[in-house]
């Protein structure tokens, strides 16, 4: 079991056509026939759509997603038309709306790894591969690799998991052309933002992009480069050998596998809320990210 643990009503606004709920944005089209994205402060966790939110960071993913489009702008164009909010939108719905270009989303997620965690260490220690690409012996948790790698999963619906495919299989459903063009782009956008974050201390582990076509040109779309989408370590505290500290929801993944929580992530039950302190600190790592890549402070 997953999913929501209590899915929101939509909004109706004048002039906007709900067309999807997301784990965590709205999605919206206007009259033009562009598409409106609302990030809402939802967070998810094990597959779960929390029923706590955590305050800001819809508005703080939306900046972070927008800051990182204007660094990437000479390397790859974005989807953004404007972060103006919509006629009739509610007055909370500012600095978190973005409307869009509405792309031919191409339907795979452009993983780019530069270090070894999560399932791709658990494919490494199985097989010294990651989505089927050999890697050298002796690597750990934490280890950055010989070079980044192309690593891309097929997208999962709503509780369930993404899973890594091969770049292979990535060939076989959009084509030779386009599989290439979007490890060319994936990884070189990858390079470049790693460099970035690495001048602010932090270091970018991998990061999953998404990709859409407006007739043949490629455009890089959703969110990029935040925490829900990323793994972001403090560069100072990077040692591998074990799991690292992280600018994310880890605060939220030890608790709900605390004893605290009560929660059995096996069993059929939801999740519970969240307590203030998990949520307060949580918040504290969103805007710490936020302010340590931007240089500037949140609010
Ligand atoms: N420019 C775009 N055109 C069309 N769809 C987009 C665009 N940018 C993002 N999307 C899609 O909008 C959705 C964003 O909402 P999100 O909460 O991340 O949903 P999900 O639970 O599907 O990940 C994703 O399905 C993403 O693929
Ligand atoms: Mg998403």
Sequence with gaps: MSGFVEKPEPLQVPGLVHLHTGKVRDLYQNEA???????????????WVLPTEIPDKGRILTQL????????????????????????????????????????????????????????LLEYQESRTVCGLALPEGLVDGSELPAPIFTPATKAEVGEHDENVSYEE????????????????????????????????????????????DGDRLVLADEVLTPDSSRFWPADRWEPGHAQPSFDKQFVRDWLTSAESGWDRRSEQPPPPLPDEVVEATRAKYVEAYERLTGTSWS
């Design 33 to 47: 026939g562009d598409l409106v994205m609302v990030a809402s402060d939802r967070i998810s966790a094990y597959d």
């Design 65 to 120: 997603s927008q800051w990182w489009f204007d660094q990437l702008a000479d390397l790859i164009p974005n989807h953004v038309l404007s972060t103006d909010l919509p006629d009739g939108a509610p007055a909370d719905w500012a600095g978190r709306t973005v409307v869009c270009r509405s792309l031919q989303m191409v339907p795979v997620e452009c993983v780019a790894r530069g270090y070894l965690t999560g399932s791709g």
């Design 170 to 213: 990535v060939a076989r459903r959009v084509g030779a052309d386009t599989a290439a063009r979007l490890r060319q782009t994936t990884l070189a956008v990858y390079s470049r933002a790693r460099a970035v974050a690495r001048d602010r201390g932090i270091v970018l582990a991998d990061t999953k992009f998404e990709f859409g076509f």
